[in-house]
């Protein structure tokens, strides 16, 4: 089991950053791979960034390239998502994930564990 706790969202203006943390109790965080996903009201939950359970691979969705950064600290047991230029568009609850596969996932469906969210908002 593990468990998932976002934090560092908030009301930014556009062009600000925010960067939200995502903290894993247990002990195997190392054997996770981790991904960020949004939600806006009316809309599917879409993938943002993913890394790999050594955090030598990453991926993005096309929308954040060049402004989120996504990184895994093994040794705190936590996740980052660091996200620059902001737009309006970017404002959602966003999740992190974990996932036992090998590698990086967009799919929702390769997450088993998620938490609460954190919400971003964006304003123009």
């Known amino acids: 089991q593990v468990q998932l706790v976002e934090s560092g969202g908030g009301l930014v203006q556009a062009g600000g950053s925010l960067r939200l943390s995502c903290a894993a109790s247990?002990?195997?965080?190392?054997?996770?791979?981790m991904g960020w996903f949004r939600q806006s009201p009316g809309k599917e939950r879409e993938f943002v960034a993913a890394?790999?359970?050594?955090?030598?691979?990453?991926d993005y969705v096309d929308s954040v390239k060049g402004r989120f950064t996504v990184s895994k600290d093994n040794a705190k047991n936590t996740v980052y998502l660091a996200m620059n230029v902001l737009k309006p568009e970017d404002t959602a609850l966003y999740y992190c994930a974990a996932t036992s596969a090998f590698g990086t996932s967009s799919s929702p469906r390769e997450y088993a564990y998620w938490g609460k969210g954190t919400q971003v908002t964006v304003s123009s």
């Open positions: 890394i790999s359970r050594s955090g030598r691979s990453t």
């Open positions: 247990g002990r195997t965080f190392s054997s996770y791979a």
